[in-house]
């Protein structure tokens, strides 16, 4: 399955500055998925990256707030923008391997803590 | 879209089999369950997936009935590092335009105690 490194794996920030987490895959892929997943909570999907188009963003989600680059088939970017305490939370990239149908593989996530 | 739903939390024993169960009443013909696995400070982790009936892998078996309205992992002899939140997830093989259904439920928080 493909192996996923996420960059940085934990920043501490100040409110209203922005960060980029960068996700690089191993191999070519098509689609990569970007989560989030709040202290103690489940998984939720904020965008869908496809490389030379918009990322499709998820009810909730606005491209101001969270923009996302995917400049070719084994990179994307995530921003998050003007941050508050309230986006504290791990950040996670994820891609569709070839194993099985569609099973995902993750990242091992972006630990940001804004104050 | 397969709404899932699981228990929130479960203790174990060490050495004892774990059975979780995720329901997914509306699961539709082209879907497949796929479990999950996450431990603290990683990503979650592929488990084992099914269609229907039972499969089994190195790590834990999946049992489907014949209505797939339900599935159950099944972790044989757990250990404390079995310790971790276990996720069902149920989308299509194939996944349309526009239509990913990446959605996890709240996952099952399973702790093994020595």
């Known amino acids: 399955s493909a192996v996923i490194s996420q960059k940085p794996s934990r920043d501490i920030c100040q409110r209203g500055t922005s960060l980029t987490i960068q996700c690089q895959v191993d191999?070519?892929?098509?689609?990569m998925f970007w989560y989030r997943q709040q202290p103690g909570q489940s998984l939720t999907l904020i965008a869908t990256?496809?490389?030379?188009?918009?990322?499709?963003?998820e009810s909730g989600f606005v491209i101001d707030k969270f923009p996302i680059s995917r400049p070719n088939l084994t990179f994307s970017t995530l921003t998050v923008s003007n941050m508050s305490p309230e986006d504290s939370s791990i950040y996670l990239c994820s891609v569709e391997t070839g194993a099985g149908a569609n099973v995902l593989t993750f990242g091992a996530g972006s630990r940001l803590t804004v104050l | 879209l397969a709404k899932t739903t699981q228990p929130i939390s479960m203790d174990s024993y060490e050495g004892q089999e774990v059975n979780i169960t995720c329901s997914h009443n509306n699961i539709a013909t082209n879907d497949y369950i796929t479990w999950y696995q996450q431990f603290p400070s990683q990503g979650p982790r592929f488990i084992i997936q099914g269609y229907k009936t039972k499969v089994t892998n190195e790590v834990a078996s999946l049992f489907i009935p014949a209505d797939r309205k339900s599935s159950t992992l099944s972790l044989p002899r757990v250990s404390l590092s079995d310790t971790a939140v276990y996720y069902c997830l149920v989308r299509p093989a194939y996944s349309g335009a526009g239509s990913y259904q990446l959605t996890f439920g709240k996952g099952t928080k399973l702790s093994v105690i020595p």
């Open positions: 191999s070519q892929v098509t689609m």
């Open positions: 990256a496809n490389q030379g188009s918009e990322a499709t963003y």
